[in-house]
Nanobody, 122 residues
Framework: VQLQACGGGLVQAGGSLRLSCAASGRTFYVMGWFRQAPGKEREFVAALSAAGGRAVYSDSVKGRFTISRDDAKNTVFLQMNSLNSDDTAVYYC??????????????????WGQGTLVTVSS
């Protein structure tokens, strides 16, 4: 079982990036994104249940980021618009087979990707 994230890079403030994360080995009910900025704890960004059911966002990205998934390809995406310096972080995709709730904490996810770095220059 593996999650492979990609799409990070350097972007100017106000710009956009699209992250993707492909899962291999099994399917997951909820797939999501967390991020960790230098010197800070890992924080929840967004998550989405299967078949595009329910999306949950952190307040800091709501209205700017959009999470989506292609269940046929077992892939989750994070479209990030209006980026600012506070969005600079390593972004991790995460997944769980749990169907109870969409967790906003790391403990709710059992499989993690390797992280992709997003740097927003001001």
């Amino acid at each position: 079982v593996q999650l492979q994230a990609c799409g990070g890079g350097l972007v100017q403030a106000g710009g956009s990036l699209r992250l993707s994360c492909a899962a291999s080995g099994r399917t997951f009910y909820v797939m999501g994104w967390f991020r960790q900025a230098p010197g800070k704890e890992r924080e929840f960004v967004a998550a989405l249940s299967a078949a595009g059911g329910r999306a949950v966002y952190s307040d800091s990205v709501k209205g700017r980021f959009t999470i989506s998934r292609d269940d046929a390809k077992n892939t989750v995406f994070l479209q990030m618009n209006s980026l600012n310096s506070d969005d600079t972080a390593v972004y991790y995709c995460a997944a769980t087979s749990s169907r109870t709730v969409i967790y906003r904490t790391s403990r709710g996810y059992e499989v993690w990707g390797q992280g992709t770095l997003v740097t927003v220059s001001s």
